[in-house]
């Protein structure tokens, strides 16, 4: 699997944030759309063994509103929504988050997209888990899950091409 020997996701509660890095064999460009089109997060989400849905809606656009409605594993449902705060496409997103798992509490992700030879490396720095602990873990492992779940999806649609 390349690149997956490069992934981090750590929780920093102390600092109150989650820091996550992770390389793709994907351009900018298609990592921002996996992560920003409607029907493609679709795709991926919950990754193959299934037992998760999400149905997103948001426009990537600096200032308009994204809203992510869905289960996880074990039926468990969720929400989170919040605010695109600023737009690059395929450089940087950075949002504001209000999740359902997390009673509601504000906190702020920071994607940044950077090419490289072969690819792109995703970094996520998520904040505003200051005196949280164990939401600031269970979010580090929530990033895990997308990262694992994307690598996933693009594995599949490359064996597909048949690369």
Not at 32 to 53: A, C, N, Y
Not at 69 to 96: D, K, W, Y
Request: net charge negative; charged share 20%.
């Amino acid at each position: 699997m390349p690149y997956s020997n490069m992934d981090c996701v750590m929780a920093a509660p102390d600092a109150g944030m989650v820091i996550a890095v992770a390389a793709f064999t994907a351009d900018a460009e298609r990592l921002f759309e996996l992560l920003t089109d409607t029907v493609e997060i679709g795709r991926w989400w919950g990754g193959r063994r299934g037992g998760s849905s999400v149905t997103w809606i948001g426009t990537p656009e600096t200032g308009a509103a994204w809203r992510a409605e869905g289960t996880f594993s074990r039926n468990r449902s969720f929400t989170a929504s919040g605010v695109f705060l600023q737009v690059e496409p395929a450089h940087r997103i950075v949002q504001s988050w209000l999740a359902s798992w997390d009673n509601l509490f504000h906190t702020e992700a920071s994607l940044r997209f950077e090419r490289i030879e072969d690819g792109t490396v995703l970094s996520v720095v998520h904040k505003g888990f200051e005196g949280r602990e164990a939401a600031c873990q269970a979010q580090a492992q929530f990033w895990w899950k997308v990262i694992k779940w994307l690598r996933a999806h693009l594995l599949d649609e490359r064996s597909a091409a048949g690369l």
